[in-house]
Nanobody
Framework: QVQLVESGGGLVQAGGSLRLSCAASERTFSTYAMGWFRQAPGKEREFVAGISWSGGSTDYADSVKGRFTISRDTAKNTVYLQMNSLKPEDTAVYYC???????????????????????WGQGTQVTVSS
């Protein structure tokens, strides 16, 4: 059972930056593809960014491309989401997720489908003021 703990959320003005962190409990962290999702009030949970188990492949939602960067540090069992040029529409609870999907891991692919993820963190609030 993988436990994921997010941190780094908060209140920031539009145009500002935040870095989210997600610490995983498992030493097998390096075998999991990781992702960030977000959910605004009254909306579905949506994909933000994903990174393959090796870190060699990443994927982003169109709405965050060029502004957000996902990365991972295997030595620290941690995945990060650097968020720059934040907009009010980025306001949401951000969730970290992990999957050991054999298909995606076999081809070293990031995962954008939330239903492919096995483990989720509790979420961290990001609020961007205008």
């Amino acid at each position: 059972q993988v436990q994921l703990v997010e941190s780094g959320g908060g209140l920031v003005q539009a145009g500002g930056s935040l870095r989210l962190s997600c610490a995983a409990s498992e030493r097998t962290f390096s075998t999991y593809a990781m992702g960030w999702f977000r959910q605004a009030p009254g909306k579905e949970r949506e994909f933000v960014a994903g990174i393959s188990w090796s870190g060699g492949s990443t994927d982003y939602a169109d709405s965050v491309k060029g502004r957000f960067t996902i990365s991972r540090d295997t030595a620290k069992n941690t995945v990060y989401l650097q968020m720059n040029s934040l907009k009010p529409e980025d306001t949401a609870v951000y969730y970290c997720a992990a999957t050991a999907s054999s298909y995606y891991n076999r081809f070293d692919l990031p995962v954008s489908d939330r239903y492919e993820y096995d483990y989720w963190g509790q979420g961290t609030q990001v609020t961007v003021s205008s």
